[in-house]
């Protein structure tokens, strides 16, 4: 499946924000970027506003156009507001729960650990990025996979960062995803209330 690969600062400078994680260099400028940047900026529609909000949450969590069409129509049909639901179940897809965990230092990185199969739910090999964690579920480091350079690396670089509906076990590199995150809780930028509007035209 397609993901983007190409320069993560030109993507983060079009929002105007660091999506790809603080880690990634913001270089703030007076225009956007590309080949016509620096000529003036015409005022943006209201369609254009919640494209823009979609599409930097798509970057932000690392996911394609249909995957994250099919995650809002399952949002919409959970009880409750569909914007905070559709961030809950953006929240509980495995990479980013072991990117949260710490296990790796971003969300392509921690792709690439659940697709290699060094990632383990209750106990059993899951090497689907998009695989959805409920309440209760254990995830852990596979036990060949715990002295990887780039495991260790990411969780001697943990900073104080704590999430309330995580908890993490550095003695077994064990996590639980104890529950679907209050929206308040996420750190995101994101107006989901937007999304919503995009998807109801």
Do not use: C
Not at 70 to 82: L, V
Not at 89 to 108: F, K
Not at 167 to 172: G, K, L, M, V
């Amino acid at each position: 499946m397609a993901r983007y690969t190409g320069p993560q600062t030109k993507i983060a400078r079009r929002f105007g924000e660091p999506i790809f994680g603080a880690d990634k260099t913001l270089q703030k400028k007076n225009y956007p970027p590309g080949m016509h940047g620096r000529g003036r900026r015409k005022k943006q529609s209201e369609y254009a506003v919640q494209l823009m909000e979609k599409q930097k949450a798509k970057y932000i969590y690392g996911i394609l156009e249909r995957q994250f069409a099919n995650t809002f129509e399952k949002a919409s049909r959970m009880p409750g507001i569909t914007g905070d639901n559709l961030l809950r179940l953006l929240e509980a897809r495995l990479d980013n729960t072991v990117y949260r965990l710490g296990i790796a230092p971003s969300r392509r990185a921690a792709r690439q650990l659940v697709l290699h199969k060094h990632i383990l739910v209750n106990g059993e090999v899951v090497n689907i990025a998009s695989y959805t964690l409920r309440p209760g579920d254990q995830v852990s480091v596979r036990e060949k996979s715990k002295s990887l350079e780039a495991i260790t690396n990411s969780l001697a670089g943990r900073g104080a960062a704590r999430f309330n509906w995580l908890e993490w076990n550095a003695s077994d590199m064990t996590g639980k995803f104890v529950a679907l995150p209050a929206r308040e809780d996420v750190p995101e930028n994101i107006r989901e209330q937007l999304i919503v509007e995009l998807y109801s035209k």
